[in-house]
């Protein structure tokens, strides 16, 4: 019950007015969109990054703050006058985080507590977390509740799952309130252009097929053909990044209203295969994709789409765009001179891996 929370005095400054709100990964891919959409809303985004996998670019015209999450002493100072945060900073490979468990470990839990801890020791009580539909594994009932077993398939869903877990403690011990928001396929860019999506190297399926459409690749790999789906690829859930900033800033008026700890998965609801996937590309972008058909991808699951009711109910979200939408946006933003800026400036500094 909202109402049994402790009652904290900011939330009277803080009626009517906007909230200074520390952002982590703030200058990646998700969290570029999220600022702009806080500022949009009258809150005031401060952006916490080490650049490291996200870009300056992406940050011009907003407060930011280079430092890593595991420095606690930056955080400490990045932390004051803070009233929320919203934790974005994070390794999201899956195949990396097979290969290499130590760096998740060590980047999504050791520096995600590194940040809990701060915040506790600053006085902040709220926090919105990027989580993801990976701590679900392979998920026995489709769409996928929020109250579904959390049985991760691979390193990077344990991590975030063991955050999950931090926060369901610290919120019991500590009075520590906060919102998980479980991602599914974040897709599309910001219609003004101003930012997107730009990963070096790319592994998403939308930014691939338009960069094979557009003559940077010369095919988009198939994995698995033989899939229990109705045309045998992978079907996923695809959310447009602007509906995804829209759930950040639902999650921090929640929180600011005094809502209690929760979490919410965020998706259309809607599944896509692979081959609609690529058939939505070709028509907007006109061109002819060509493909090649591998085997299939260890773990992977036949489907993956969310039940997003929960989202829809508490925090009043209803994701606004199509896939359309979503190809449609990520084509303009790849044709766009600061998607080119983002290019050269990877490959002048050697690049080899960018923040989702």
Same mark, same amino acid.
């Not at 998740?104 to 539909?133: K, P, Q, W």
């Not at 996928?144 to 049985?151: E, L, N």
């Not at 896939?323 to 084509?331: E, M, N, P």
């Given at each position: 019950?909202?109402?049994?929370?402790?009652?904290?005095?900011?939330?009277?400054?803080?009626?009517?007015?906007?909230?200074?709100?520390?952002?982590?990964?703030?200058?990646?891919?998700?969290?570029?969109?999220?600022?702009?959409?806080?500022?949009?809303?009258?809150?005031?985004?401060?952006?916490?990054?080490?650049?490291?996998?996200?870009?300056?670019?992406?940050?011009?015209?907003?407060?930011?703050?280079?430092?890593?999450? $595991?420095?606690?002493? +930056? &955080?400490?100072? *990045? =932390?004051?006058?803070?009233? #929320?945060?919203?934790? @974005?900073?994070?390794? !999201?490979?899956?195949?990396?985080?097979?290969?290499?468990?130590?760096?998740?470990?060590?980047?999504?839990?050791?520096?995600?507590?590194?940040?809990?801890?701060?915040?506790?020791?600053?006085?902040?009580?709220?926090?919105?977390?990027?989580?993801?539909?990976?701590?679900?594994?392979?998920?026995?009932?489709?769409?996928?509740?929020?109250?579904?077993?959390?049985?991760?398939?691979?390193?990077?869903? $344990?991590?975030?799952? +063991? &955050?999950?877990? *931090? =926060?369901?403690?610290?919120? #019991?011990?500590?009075? @520590?309130?906060?919102? !998980?928001?479980?991602?599914?396929?974040?897709?599309?860019?910001?219609?003004?252009?101003?930012?997107?999506?730009?990963?070096?190297?790319?592994?998403?399926?939308?930014?691939?097929?338009?960069?094979?459409?557009?003559?940077?690749?010369?095919?988009?790999?198939?994995?698995?053909?033989?899939?229990?789906?109705?045309?045998?690829?992978?079907?996923?859930?695809?959310?447009?990044?602007?509906?995804?900033?829209?759930?950040?800033?639902?999650?921090?008026?929640? =929180?600011?209203?005094?809502?209690?700890?929760?979490?919410?998965?965020?998706? !259309?609801?809607?599944?896509?295969?692979?081959?609609?996937?690529?058939?939505?590309?070709?028509?907007?972008?006109?061109?002819?994709?060509?493909?090649?058909?591998?085997?299939?991808?260890?773990?992977?699951?036949?489907?993956?789409?969310?039940?997003?009711?929960?989202?829809?109910?508490?925090?009043?979200?209803?994701?606004?765009?199509?896939?359309?939408?979503?190809?449609?946006?990520?084509?303009?933003?790849?044709?766009?001179?600061?998607?080119?800026?983002?290019?050269?400036?990877?490959?002048?500094?050697?690049?080899?891996?960018?923040?989702?």
């Amino acid at each position: 019950d909202p109402k049994s929370v402790a009652h904290d005095p900011r939330l009277d400054r803080e009626k009517g007015t906007g909230m200074r709100v520390l952002v982590t990964g703030g200058a990646g891919y998700i969290g570029s969109h999220a600022v702009r959409r806080l500022r949009q809303a009258g809150h005031e985004p401060v952006i916490y990054d080490n650049l490291s996998t996200g870009h300056k670019l992406l940050a011009e015209g907003f407060e930011c703050i280079v430092g890593d999450v $595991a420095d606690r002493g +930056a &955080l400490r100072r *990045a =932390l004051r006058g803070i009233d #929320a945060v919203m934790h @974005l900073a994070a390794d !999201s490979s899956v195949r990396e985080s097979v290969g290499n468990p130590r760096k998740y470990f060590e980047n999504n839990v050791g520096s995600g507590l590194s940040l809990l801890h701060a915040m506790l020791d600053a006085g902040i009580r709220r926090v919105i977390l990027s989580s993801t539909c990976a701590v679900y594994g392979r998920p026995s009932a489709i769409p996928i509740p929020v109250d579904a077993p959390r049985i991760p398939a691979n390193p990077y869903g $344990a991590t975030k799952l +063991a &955050l999950e877990h *931090a =926060l369901e403690a610290y919120s #019991a011990a500590y009075g @520590l309130r906060y919102v !998980s928001l479980r991602y599914f396929n974040a897709a599309g860019a910001d219609e003004s252009g101003e930012t997107g999506e730009m990963h070096q190297p790319e592994t998403h399926l939308i930014p691939l097929a338009l960069e094979a459409a557009a003559g940077l690749r010369s095919s988009v790999a198939i994995y698995g053909t033989d899939y229990p789906t109705p045309d045998g690829t992978c079907i996923r859930d695809y959310i447009h990044v602007n509906d995804l900033a829209e759930a950040h800033l639902r999650a921090l008026e929640y =929180l600011r209203e005094g809502g209690p700890s929760a979490a919410f998965n965020l998706g !259309s609801g809607a599944g896509h295969s692979v081959l609609e996937v690529l058939g939505m590309v070709e028509a907007v972008t006109g061109r002819r994709l060509k493909t090649q058909r591998q085997p299939r991808r260890p773990g992977e699951p036949p489907v993956l789409v969310s039940d997003s009711t929960a989202a829809r109910q508490q925090l009043h979200w209803i994701p606004a765009r199509s896939l359309r939408q979503s190809v449609a946006t990520a084509w303009k933003w790849m044709q766009s001179d600061r998607y080119a800026q983002l290019q050269r400036a990877a490959a002048l500094s050697g690049e080899t891996s960018l923040r989702p």
